[in-house]
């Protein structure tokens, strides 16, 4: 098929203008040898009057011819001059002149049948001849032709099959650095997945560290309060004990003082106005200082310990408030916590699936262009062999 259409380009006008195709070239044994005409095939045209034209023929463009046709104004040419008669001798004619007249023509009648004979055969071993230079130019050609295909071929075959297997080395390449990027990227999930968890267990460890430190710390709290509560206690009823026997050896030193005035009173009646009248009075002074003086003691008394429950109530409000503060505290961190290591794990997990996502496409993309080149390559392949079965 394609050494047909070579052959039709070659053999078509050069002209460049026309670009009408030649009829096939017919063999000399297939061509039916007829009535040779001695008239040329194509019509002459008609004589004109306008017959003096120019032509001048520029190329202008490649491949292409410019012409321009000027015509001239007619010219009057002169009548041909006219034969002259031929004599009139038939009268004096006889039957030998006759005869003699037919005998020439005939020979001369046999004479241009063989000059036209000759011409014809010369005529045909040259079309012959003509026809064996074109077949043996078109069998050159057509094996020149056919051995430049076939040499282009095989170094398309050879460049293709080399550029196929490059495109085969990239893409194993390519698979190949996939796979390991694929892998490492695996490899990288599953490290950031074990130090979340390893962090994650840490801070669970810590904090349930954290926790024990702070109930160590508000149990020794608590110890430390019902120690003070123990040692407050005790000094309380120390005190209360040494108020006691202050008051109660104040009380017996008072009645011993009573009792020593009343022995003195006995003792001295003579002075007892006087000595009645002043124990009076130190009587009422000692018992109203005594007084005045266990009173302030009992007042005091009565402070301290006030003081001292104040004290106790507002370490025991601060201790709840402490254990409040420390259980919300734990709570707003817990949660925290939790959260961020939620966010944190769904933007791992996004971005994962994002870079597998890529990757697929990338690797769909590289699938979908071997398929092509496989594609191409059974085309190129299913060609040749359509191109051999047409030479």
């Given at each position: 098929m394609i050494i047909g259409l070579v052959r039709e380009s070659v053999m078509q006008c050069f002209c460049h203008t026309c670009r009408a195709p030649l009829p096939p070239a017919v063999h000399r044994r297939q061509a039916s040898i007829g009535k040779v005409k001695t008239k040329p095939r194509t019509h002459q045209p008609k004589k004109v009057k306008f017959v003096s034209t120019e032509v001048r023929c520029q190329e202008?463009?490649?491949?292409?011819?410019?012409?321009?046709?000027?015509?001239?104004?007619?010219?009057?040419?002169a009548t041909p001059p006219k034969r002259p008669n031929s004599p009139n001798n038939n009268k004096n004619v006889s039957i030998q002149d006759i005869e003699d007249k037919l005998r020439a023509a005939e020979e001369r009648r046999?004479?241009?049948?063989?000059?036209?004979?000759?011409?014809?055969?010369?005529?045909?071993?040259?079309?012959?001849?003509?026809?064996?230079?074109?077949?043996?130019?078109?069998?050159?050609?057509?094996?020149?032709?056919?051995?430049?295909?076939?040499?282009?071929?095989e170094t398309h075959i050879g460049k293709r099959e080399a550029y196929i297997h490059e495109l085969k080395s990239k893409m194993k390449d390519h698979i190949d650095t996939v796979e390991k990027t694929r892998l490492s990227l695996e490899q990288q999930?599953?490290?950031?997945?074990?130090?979340?968890?390893?962090?994650?267990?840490?801070?669970?460890?810590?904090?349930?560290?954290?926790?024990?430190?702070?109930?160590e710390r508000l149990k020794a709290h608590e110890e430390q309060v019902h120690r003070v509560k123990a040692s407050n206690a005790e000094k309380f009823q120390q005190l209360e004990t040494t108020i006691q026997e202050k008051l109660d050896q104040a009380k017996l030193r008072r009645e011993q003082l009573e009792q020593e005035q009343k022995d003195k009173l006995r003792t001295h009646n003579t002075r007892a106005v006087e000595i009645k009248s002043f124990q009076e009075i130190r009587k009422t002074e000692v018992s109203t200082k005594m007084e005045t003086k266990l009173m302030s003691a009992e007042q005091k008394r009565e402070k301290e310990?006030?003081?001292?429950?104040?004290?106790?109530?507002?370490?025991?409000e601060?201790?709840?408030?402490?254990?409040?503060?420390?259980?919300?505290?734990?709570?707003?961190?817990?949660?925290?916590?939790?959260?961020?290591?939620?966010?944190?794990?769904?933007?791992a997990e996004l971005n994962r699936e994002k870079e597998i996502q890529r990757k697929l496409e990338v690797i769909k993309k590289n699938e979908r262009r071997a398929e092509i080149v496989r594609q191409n390559k059974a085309n190129n392949v299913s060609e040749p062999q359509t191109i051999a079965s047409s030479g």
């Open positions: 202008k463009t490649r491949g292409g011819l410019c012409y321009e046709v000027i015509l001239s104004e007619p010219e009057v040419k046999q004479q241009l049948e063989l000059n036209k004979v000759a011409a014809l055969s010369a005529q045909i071993m040259k079309i012959e001849e003509a026809s064996r230079k074109k077949d043996e130019q078109t069998n050159n050609f057509i094996s020149v032709t056919r051995d430049a295909l076939e040499q282009k071929m999930c599953d490290e950031v997945r074990s130090a979340l968890e390893e962090k994650m267990n840490s801070a669970s460890h810590q904090r349930d560290e954290n926790i024990k430190k702070m109930l310990i006030q003081r001292k429950l104040e004290v106790v109530k507002k370490n025991n601060r201790q709840e408030e402490i254990k409040e503060n420390i259980e919300v505290t734990e709570e707003v961190l817990k949660t925290e916590r939790s959260k961020r290591l939620e966010t944190k794990l769904t933007a």
